[in-house]
């Protein structure tokens, strides 16, 4: 197998355990969230015109809303950039406040970022957003230790910058120091 090959696949199996992990601990906690992310208080939401358009239920073109925005008479949690639209600052639209839940959860137009938010794989590692109060780092490195079986080792980063988002990345243990390296994991 080539290289590549195996980083692909090892890719493809981190974003197993992230979800994995997602759906056993992050996703039972949303409902009893202090802060629940779809509030978009710390976080900014990727849409595209599409979501946009639904979300925020429009009836006009998306050139009558790029005009609107651009005179500043849009949805001021709403700012257009490379084609793409970013919310912030205010809950999203299909966060549905009294239940504490996503309406489109499960659908094709939930945006990608919400399927990822908090913990999701990215260029052969797992990166976790630790302002998610239902992160775990351990219980996550467990899970991915878990995930992945014996011969691999996880080393954590935080970004220096942005110190609550913790790179996990993992590591083939060498075949001669394995056995001690493996039974720490």
Known sequence: MSPRETRRLLAQELAAAAAGYQDSAVIPHCPVCAKPCCRLDKLVLELEWKQVKVFWRLDESR??????????????????????????????????????????????????????????????????????????????????ARSLGPGWRIVQTADEEFPFLVTLAVKKVSATAGASKRSRY
Do not use: M
Not at 77 to 92: S, T, V
Not at 123 to 132: I, N, P, S, T, Y
């Open 63 to 144: 050139k009558a809303f790029d005009r609107r925005l651009a005179a500043g008479q849009g949805p001021v949690e709403i700012r257009p950039a490379n084609g793409l639209y970013y919310a912030h600052q205010k809950a999203c639209p299909a966060y549905d406040q009294t239940a504490q839940s996503c309406r489109v959860y499960g659908q094709e137009i939930k945006p990608v970022g919400c399927s990822d938010f908090p913990v999701y794989e990215d260029q052969g590692k797992v990166v976790a957003d630790l302002r998610c109060e239902a992160v775990d780092i351990a219980a996550l490195t467990a899970w991915i």
